[in-house]
Structures are given as structure tokens and as C-alpha cells.
T-cell receptor, first 110, second 112 residues
Framework: GQNIDQPTEMTATEGAIVQINCTYQTSGFNGLFWYQQHAGEAPTFLSYNVLDGLEEKGRFSSFLSRSKGYSYLLLKELQMKDSASYLCAVGDTGFQKLVFGTGTRLLVSP | DSGVTQTPKHLITATGQRVTLRCSPRSGDLSVYWYQQSLDQGLQFLIQYYNGEERAKGNILERFSAQQFPDLHSELNLSSLELGDSALYFC???????????FGPGTRLTVL
């Protein structure tokens, strides 16, 4: 089966750092993906981890531990425009399917 | 702009009707995926096509069908529409061998 868990909602202040966690239990694994989705808009690709460790990309970093079935997305120097939903997804083996969590809604306040 | 296009942007129709949503993948992408996202719900995978062939099926209702044409564009057909089918429908595409998917802007379907 496929199970991906992430917090439903988080709040943070402009300029701060926030960490969004994701745990997963899936029958196959071909990478862990993070997407950002503003309300009513398309998800946009943020990061991809297939090996354990930290991947840094500007203000955003993503970490993966395959043995623990755990990932997090770290957002630094938060800006108001970072208010959005952040979707954790696991790549399925074989046919490149992505299995998405329900997303974490992040609200950044001044 | 992801390079994936979807039409129409908005669609309003009545229960019992049939609609067709269209998607054109990024240039060079052979895989097309369809997702449904209801209000405050996660992305639900519906179906995947690769180079014209159905490759994977998710929670797609029997009233829904899809196909991918030789020019690689795809259509999602929704019939006997119900109020609960109101949702955002996204199409995504990817390169063979990589899972990273790029999403189109979506079609917002409202069934009245």
C-alpha cells in the first residue's frame, strides 16, 4: 500500500525558517519529490531526492532518509509569497507514477 | 510556465452531461498523466499514458476515459457528470526514465 503523511497546516513569520516533514510507507520507491502549489494553480516542481542527504537549492533545501521513510523541506528567509501548499510525493517504481500526500498548507504572516 | 498546456481553463456544465478536457505535453515528453483535485483534497492520480498506450490506472471512475493521440496530446472524457465531479483536473507530463512531472495550469470543472 501507499501511505504518505504530512502536517495539514503550519504557520510561520516572514524572515523565519520553517521545516515541513513528510513520512512515507510505499511499496516502491524511486525518489522523493516536493512541489509547491498556490491556491487554484498548478503544482510546481521544487526538489527531488533519490539518495540520502540534503539537497540545497537557494532558499529551499530538501532532506531524505530512506531507511526511516522520512523527508523534510526546509524553507529559509520566508517571504509572504511562500504562503502555499507544499506537496510531498513518492515516485513509484516501474511506471514513473507519483503518489502524493495531501499537502501542508503554509501560512506566512508579516 | 511549465510548457504543458490545457484547455479549456474553465468549464461549467450540468449533471448528466459529457465533457472533454484537452492536454498538450511539453515538447519531447512522451508520458502524460491526469489528476483530479477536489476542494481541499490532495491530487488523486487518474491515469497515465505513454506514447499512445495506457500505462497505469489510478482511481479513475468507469464514467471517465482518456486517450493519447499520435501527436502525443491527450484528452480526458468525463460522462454522466455528477455534482461530485466538480474539481480541478490537472495534466502533467514527464520525460521517459524520470519521475519529475511538470503540470499544466488545470481545467476547473463546475457541474451544476
Amino acid at each position: 500500500g501507499q501511505n504518505i503523511d504530512q502536517p495539514t497546516e503550519m504557520t510561520a513569520t516572514e524572515g523565519a525558517i520553517v521545516q515541513i516533514n513528510c513520512t512515507y510507507q510505499t511499496s516502491g520507491f524511486n525518489g522523493l519529490f516536493w512541489y509547491q502549489q498556490h491556491a487554484g494553480e498548478a503544482p510546481t516542481f521544487l526538489s527531488y531526492n533519490v539518495l540520502d542527504g540534503l539537497e540545497e537549492k537557494g532558499r529551499f533545501s530538501s532532506f531524505l532518509s530512506r531507511s526511516k521513510g522520512y523527508s523534510y523541506l526546509l524553507l529559509k528567509e520566508l517571504q509572504m509569497k511562500d504562503s502555499a501548499s507544499y506537496l510531498c510525493a513518492v515516485g513509484d517504481t516501474g511506471f514513473q507514477k507519483l503518489v502524493f500526500g495531501t499537502g501542508t498548507r503554509l501560512l506566512v504572516s508579516p | 510556465d511549465s510548457g504543458v498546456t490545457q484547455t479549456p481553463k474553465h468549464l461549467i456544465t450540468a449533471t448528466g452531461q459529457r465533457v472533454t478536457l484537452r492536454c498538450s505535453p511539453r515538447s519531447g515528453d512522451l508520458s502524460v498523466y491526469w489528476y483530479q483535485q477536489s476542494l481541499d483534497q490532495g491530487l488523486q492520480f487518474l491515469i497515465q499514458y505513454y506514447n499512445g498506450e495506457e500505462r497505469a490506472k489510478g482511481n479513475i471512475l468507469e464514467r471517465f476515459s482518456a486517450q493519447q493521440f499520435p501527436d502525443l496530446h491527450s484528452e480526458l472524457n468525463l460522462s454522466s457528470l455528477e455534482l461530485g465531479d466538480s474539481a480541478l483536473y490537472f495534466c502533467a507530463s514527464s520525460v521517459e526514465g524520470l519521475n519529475t512531472q511538470y503540470f499544466g495550469p488545470g481545467t476547473r470543472l463546475t457541474v451544476l
